[in-house]
């Protein structure tokens, strides 16, 4: 195991972008398959839905992992202050600036991946967008606050997965629950 974690360290040091987008659209792709396999079929006889998981994995890889490894070295590079100050305006930052937009561009993708039309995805993103970000408040600052404190820079977006894969699994479901 130390070898694989040292090959790791190793990787992400040379090539951060790419190893923080691969493991950002795997651990989607897998919270996406535990809201299928474990929420959605133990109360339904929908049938696993390959294509949905690919979604997820894909906006994982191409968008998601991308722009917050990017967001998060921003953060680290232009907020200043002392380190208790400097935490508390990432998280503000990143919770009341980054997320409200982020997110409705990340929900809007999602659905229109599966839709085919942006109107669609709009008026689908609509009717749950609230409960997803009143959702994010519940769980995110408190995330981002340790993040941020704790955490080097490079493994920032690891940890925030690791935490998102059953942020993810909730995404999924909540994004397919109005398809029942």
């Not at 195991?1 to 691969?22: C, D, E, G």
């Not at 049938?47 to 070295?73: A, D, E, H, I, Q």
């Amino acid at each position: 195991m130390s070898a694989f974690l040292q090959i790791y360290k190793n990787t992400l040091q040379r090539h951060p972008f790419i190893v923080q987008s691969v493991q950002v659209g795997t651990l989607m792709g897998i919270g996406d398959i535990i809201a299928q396999k474990c929420i959605e079929q133990r109360y339904s006889e929908k049938p696993y839905n390959f294509k949905r998981t690919t979604n997820f994995f894909l906006l994982g890889t191409c968008f998601l992992g991308p722009v917050n490894s990017r967001w998060f070295r921003i953060l680290d590079q232009y907020v200043k202050g002392k380190p208790t100050q400097r935490v508390l305006k990432k998280v503000a930052l990143d919770q009341f600036v980054y997320i409200p937009c982020f997110l409705a561009v990340f929900l809007t993708s999602l659905e229109y991946l599966e839709r085919k039309s942006l109107d669609d995805a709009r008026k689908a993103v609509k009717l749950y967008y609230w409960d997803v970000i009143k959702a994010n408040y519940t769980i995110w600052p408190m995330v981002q606050l340790c993040n941020f404190y704790f955490v080097p820079l490079n493994y920032q977006t690891l940890v925030v997965q690791v935490v998102a894969l059953g942020w993810n699994t909730y995404i999924s479901y909540r994004t397919h629950l109005k398809e029942d």
